[in-house]
Structure formats: C-alpha cells, structure tokens
C-alpha cells in the first residue's frame, strides 16, 4: 500500500461548483500535512498547510481526521482558474515529505 | 527576492551521455531535495541533503548522484547508467511552510 493515496480523479465540474478531496495515509507517525497544487508542466506550489482543528483560507477548506488518517480538501465556488492537479503532502518530524500522486480537477464554463 | 533557480528549463541528452542539473536557492534553507515526475505521475524522491557535506539516497537514487558542497547548490548529475532518464526534474528545498520548489528541468533523451 502506497504511503500517501489520492483518488487521481479527473474531477471535471462547472464553475461555481463544491468539490471536495479526500487524502489518506498509512503511517500514523505523520506530523505535518499540507496540500500543493500542481498546474500543467509547472512546478508545485503550496496552497495551504493543514491543521488539527482545521483550517480556511478564502474558498478553500482543509481538514484533518488522525483517527482515519485522512485529510481533506474543499474548494467552494470553483474558479476557471482552480483548475490543476492537487497534491496531497505528509511527513514525520525530521522525515522528508511524501507526495500523494495528485487529484486532477478540471473546472469547465 | 529569495527563492530556488533551476537551470536548464529543457535538456536533452544523448544515449550514453553524463547531464548535470543545476539547483541554486538563496533562501538560506538546510535542506534541499531532488525529485523526478513522469507524466500522470507524483514525485518520487531521487536524493536529499540536510546539511551541507551530507546527503542521503530516496526511493529511486540508482544512475543518479549528488553533491552538496555548497549550502545553496545541490547539483544533480544523471549519469548513463539511468535507463529511462526522460521526465521532469524538480528541486526543492525546505523552510518553516513547507517545500519551496524550482521551476523544474525537462530532460528529453534523444
């Protein structure tokens, strides 16, 4: 089993939408967690860094279930412009980040 | 502006042939990291180093070596033994938010 799982999606819904990913990973000695996006033949940026008690940022919701060991993400009222791939990261304290392999989102007109 | 300078954009190398990646970062990080990504594919760690004079192997470091003799280089060289070198290389280096990334070299055997 891969360390860090995505669905790969494409997820393709139209603007103005809700859409929702869902990440999870295998070693419960994760510590940090955030996710990237990833545009076309780009490299990764960081989007947001997720937190225990969950965190917002604009349209953009991060959750975090240690329990399930899972992470999500909630982009509300889609833009032409979320269009990307997004990554889910994890790593252990003084470990190197995983990288989930990527949730492609297409956002159509 | 701090950041992390990848150099080559596009490269291409010859069957048989030693190409060296260049990553240079001004953000005073410790740590820096060598990924590769294939299409439709994630990242897969190729090397680290934490400090300077050290570096470890990742998951995918055969036909690949690294030098870190400077704290803002961390060259990647791919050498002939890599058999499928073709793919988008990715240098990052790590700060308080997490991974900061270079633009990426695009390496095309020809």
């Known amino acids: 089993r891969k360390e860090v799982e995505q669905d790969p999606g494409p997820f393709n819904v139209p603007e103005g939408a809700t859409v929702a990913f869902n990440c999870t990973y295998s070693n419960s000695a994760s510590q940090s967690f955030f996710w990237y996006r990833q545009d076309c033949r780009k490299e990764p940026k960081l989007l947001m860094s997720v937190y225990s008690s969950g965190n917002e940022d604009g349209r953009f919701t991060a959750q975090l279930n240690r329990a399930s060991q899972y992470i999500s993400l909630l982009i509300r009222d889609s833009k032409l412009s979320d269009s990307a791939t997004y990554l889910c990261?994890?790593?252990?304290?003084?470990?190197?980040?995983?990288f989930g392999p990527g949730t492609r989102l297409s956002v159509l007109p | 502006d701090g950041g992390i300078t990848q150099s080559p954009k596009y490269l291409f190398r010859k069957e048989g042939q030693n190409v060296t990646l260049s990553c240079e970062q001004n953000?005073?990080?410790?740590?820096m990291y060598w990924y590769r990504q294939d299409p439709g594919q994630g990242l897969r760690l190729i090397y680290y180093?934490?400090?300077?004079?050290?570096?470890q192997k990742g998951d995918i470091a055969e036909g690949y070596s690294v030098s870190r003799e400077k704290k803002e280089s961390f060259p990647l060289t791919v050498t002939s033994a890599q058999k499928n070198p073709t793919a988008f290389y990715l240098c990052?280096?790590?700060?308080?938010?997490?991974?900061?990334f270079g633009s990426g070299t695009r390496l095309t055997v020809v």
């Open positions: 180093s934490q400090i300077v004079n050290d570096f």
């Open positions: 990052a280096s790590e700060g308080l938010h997490g991974y900061t």
């Open positions: 990261v994890v790593n252990r304290h003084g470990q190197n980040f995983v």
């Open positions: 953000l005073n990080h410790d740590a």
